[in-house]
């Protein structure tokens, strides 16, 4: 048999563990799609190749190895959503496209477009390769990249004539994925990390956020962190369930606009960031988010972010998982006071809880929260949440706990609608004996309600909870409070239940809130795909609640 660059792209990804691809067919792969085809490589097709990166965005961030997605020409540029979402989530992915044979590019070659181009600015790095001989040298970079520092989306365009080429193996060589990429942690420098530590233990109200960043680290070395020295700790996006939202002194989503126990963080005079970059959500390090007085500890994979918008007082750069332990081993050494408010921070906490259940009724159409309170009752703290963006699925952001790591997901700093559902199909995929529910809203379910087919064809069985409110829910409360007007933000009742029976997935529909346990109950029964879409009343939600108020508006 000849050996062609296609064999060598299988070489590459089956040396790291590569065995499952998310893709759509198209004329610039097929070649390549037909080997990996008889070469025993899993393809999850899909119906969107936005979904199909959202897929496999959910795989990477799951099982830490790079989700693969392929696609033709054209269908690279519906997949730049995705990369985009996958960028802000930080999720490894090799996104490989094909095109037509280099003879004719930049003459108008067939449905040529610059896709290099297109993924740079969305992605980690993005490249074309030119030589089959090259093709182990660019996978090698393209794993590194995307799995070193902060992980994250990188592009790969590989022409026909590249897959298609005869090869002499004589004249390959290949490395073993410990030969080209780090696959250890970077540690601290030790005087950094005994600074850090000396700084928390003279601080009065020291408090931590752990972020994105902070995926390398664990339960176990987060928990040890946290008990040793006292400190109450926030934790978000990669970060949630690192440390269960039940330990006594996690307090659950960091994002103060939508946890009340988070604007607790304004009264820290030292705060340790794990992998959180000084971004909006916390006003870039500034009041009324912190105290103008606040002493900042940074530790930071990548140096490009360091003290990005204002300056720090300890800077630690590495891998956050080791230098977690590291902190850990100096606080050993220090005698710790009792933080003087982690009784108040978990008051507040329990009293928003209580808040939002208190918001649950018997009234049609049904309140948010009386579907969240119900779902509750049937979920265990395996159970895998997924919240899109919308009013419906923020009621349950700050309601539901995470109690493990990656079980529980949200679209973080984006704020990009339509991923959830092939998300959520992604999620099973990684974590197939967890229970994964995706919430969303009628709008957001729009963008990708057909992937129920893609559920359907190899048997995904997610259940998707449906808040119909027949709104754009945060764009349409801000119009009426400050406009008086809605403008482009209603929507009809339409029935997605029976749009999801037609597709051959399971369909419940439910107009009072005496049906949701049976409802639920059945979905979460069938083997296969189900949605339950809930005719619910337009509320808004805490996000919304706090945009409103930062303009002026009422609740």
């Keep these: ?58 795989w990477g961030r799951i099982t830490g190895i790079p989700g693969v997605t392929m696609f033709t020409t054209p269908g690279h540029a519906n997949a730049i959503p995705g990369l985009t979402l996958a960028h802000h989530m930080e999720s490894p992915i090799i996104n490989i496209v094909g095109s037509a044979p280099q003879d004719r590019l930049g003459q108008g070659a067939s449905q040529e477009i610059d896709q290099v181009g297109m993924a740079r600015p969305v992605t980690k790095g993005s490249w074309m390769i030119t030589d089959p001989y090259r093709i182990p040298e660019y996978f090698a970079r393209a794993f590194r990249v995307a799995l070193s520092g902060r992980r994250g989306p990188v592009h790969l365009t590989i022409p026909l004539d590249v897959q298609e080429a005869e090869i002499d193996e004589n004249r390959v060589r290949f490395f073993e994925p410990r030969e080209y990429r780090n696959l250890g942690q970077i540690m601290g420098d030790p005087n950094s990390i005994k600074a850090a530590i000396e700084l928390l233990n003279s601080a009065n109200t020291p408090m931590i956020i752990a972020s994105t960043g902070a995926f390398s680290t664990s339960e176990e070395s987060l928990s040890r962190l946290i008990e040793i020295t006292g400190i109450p700790v926030f934790t978000e996006d990669s970060a949630r369930g690192i440390v269960s939202d039940i330990h006594p002194n996690c307090f659950g989503f960091a994002d103060s606009r939508v946890s009340n126990a988070a604007t607790w963080l304004k009264e820290a005079d030292a705060v340790l960031l794990l992998g959180k970059k000084l ?199 801000q119009q009426m409070q400050l406009y008086g007007r809605s403008v482009a933000t209603t929507l009809l009742p339409t029935r997605y239940d029976k749009m999801a029976e037609a597709l051959g997935a399971h369909g419940e529909y439910v107009s009072d809130v005496e049906q949701l346990p049976g409802a639920l109950s059945r979905a979460f029964k069938v083997d296969g795909p189900s949605l339950v879409m809930v005719q619910t009343r337009p509320s808004p939600s805490p996000l919304t609640e706090f945009i409103l108020k930062s303009k002026g508006g009422t609740v």
Excluded at 337 to 365: C, F, G, N, R, T
């Design 1 to 58: 048999m000849k050996l062609t660059g296609s064999d060598l792209i299988n070489r590459a990804l089956r040396a790291e563990g590569i065995g499952k691809i998310f893709a759509i067919a198209g004329d610039h792969t097929l070649p390549l799609m037909d080997l990996m085809s008889i070469q025993g490589f899993d393809f999850i097709d899909t119906r969107h190749e936005q979904a199909a990166v959202d897929m496999a965005n959910a």
């Design 279 to 477: 971004d909006f959500t916390i006003n870039f390090g500034n009041p009324p988010n912190f105290r103008s007085d606040v002493r900042l500890i940074q530790v930071e994979p990548d140096s490009n972010l360091i003290a990005l918008s204002r300056g720090v007082d300890v800077v630690i750069q590495g891998d956050v998982g080791a230098i977690v332990n590291q902190l850990s081993a100096e606080a050993e050494t220090y005698k710790w006071q009792k933080h003087p408010m982690v009784e108040e921070i978990s008051s507040e906490y329990k009293s928003q809880i209580a808040h939002l259940e208190a918001q649950a009724d018997s009234k049609s159409p049904i309140h948010a929260m009386s579907v969240h309170k119900a779902l509750s009752d049937v979920l265990d703290e395996d159970s895998c949440l997924v919240f899109e963006g919308s009013d419906f699925a923020f009621y349950g952001a700050a309601y539901h706990p995470a109690y493990k790591a990656n079980r529980w997901f949200t679209n973080g700093t984006l704020g990009m609608i339509g991923w959830g559902v092939p998300f959520g199909f992604g999620a099973k995929i990684a974590s197939p004996k967890s229970k994964v529910v995706v919430l969303t809203g009628d709008g957001a379910f729009g963008f990708s309600g057909m992937e129920l087919d893609t559920a359907v064809r190899h048997n995904i069985p997610v259940v998707i909870v449906m808040g119909n409110d027949s709104v754009w829910g945060i764009d349409y409360h």
